[in-house]
């Protein structure tokens, strides 16, 4: 068969949340840039391309950026990267299984969110404000979007994390599904463009677009943090719990037989 039973996927995301927390410094920083710079990627197409879209058309163009906006994960996953939000779902699943500690966990969230941050920061910098990806005529969208994001309270932005990464999260589990390149892709693409279009807050996509409107001078570091840490949490319950736990639960728990008695035993 090329589809992995949900049983087996459960199994692969343990195994691949074990694999993280043993992996090496180096390869956990670089490989976190790229997925941070991956996923920033994704993002500054979907302003492209929403922008393209005339203003009677804009809910069109909304939707076409969503639907660009999953290259950054499909390079992240197909192409190899250590993404946070991915591994806000693997990570704790190996932590219920026993296979990690919880300093493993919190030391590779840790080090994957300097690094991904990093990659994200990279590209709105060089990309974005240098070249002027998000700025001249894309200026407005960029603005847009990061207003919205920023100008959320702590309450909303939380809840929005938690519905964003329980797609991610959904996204990489549907990519563990399949076996073929052609269904991981398919896998991946609605759930990411679904949170996209719905506008739902990932951390690693804001630490993109809003220091792209800090660079272009119009947020402040001030609000990017309180965002993140928002963000952060909220992207954290959705992976972990909603995704996670639920179906470290519901595929993974070992059961639990129940113990013959004594007399039951000499029977």
């Known amino acids: 068969m090329s589809l992995n039973t949900p049983q087996q996927i459960a199994e692969m995301a343990i195994e691949t949340g074990t694999r993280k927390a043993q992996a090496p410094l180096p390869a956990v920083m670089v490989l976190g840039f790229l997925a941070g710079a991956f996923i920033a990627l994704g993002f500054l197409l979907d302003i492209h391309v929403s922008t393209m879209i005339p203003g009677p058309w804009s809910s069109l163009g909304n939707l076409l950026g969503a639907a660009v906006f999953p290259l950054g994960l499909i390079l992240v996953v197909l192409g190899g990267g250590e993404l946070l939000t991915g591994n806000m779902m693997t990570l704790p699943m190996a932590l219920f ?78 990519s563990y599904a399949s076996k073929e390149v052609t269904g991981k892709i398919l896998g991946m693409w609605f759930p990411v463009m679904g949170f996209v279009a719905i506008g739902f807050q990932h951390v690693v996509a804001n630490m993109f677009v809003i220091p792209a409107a800090i660079f272009a001078g119009a947020l402040d ?45 000499q029977r």
């Not at 590779?108 to 990093?118: I, P, R, S």
């Not at 407005?140 to 990464?165: E, M, P, Q, R, Y």
């Not at 309180?226 to 992207?235: K, M, P, S």
């Not at 179906?247 to 113990?259: H, I, L, M, N």
């Open 97 to 174: 299984s026993g296979t990690i500690s919880l300093a493993a966990l919190l030391r590779n969230w840790l080090l994957v969110t300097l690094a991904n941050l990093a990659g994200a920061l990279f590209v709105a910098y060089c990309f974005g404000h240098l070249l002027g990806l998000t700025e001249g005529p894309f200026l407005a969208k960029t603005l847009a979007i990061a207003n919205a994001k920023a100008s959320a309270d702590f309450l909303h932005a939380f809840v929005s994390g938690i519905g964003c990464n329980w797609m991610v999260c959904l996204a990489v589990w549907l």
């Open 221 to 265: 570091w001030g609000v990017f943090a309180d965002n993140l840490v928002a963000v952060f949490l909220g992207n954290a319950v959705g992976g972990a719990v909603f995704v996670g736990l639920a179906y470290f639960v519901a595929f993974a728990k070992p059961a639990r037989v129940p113990q013959a008695s004594p007399v039951e035993a």
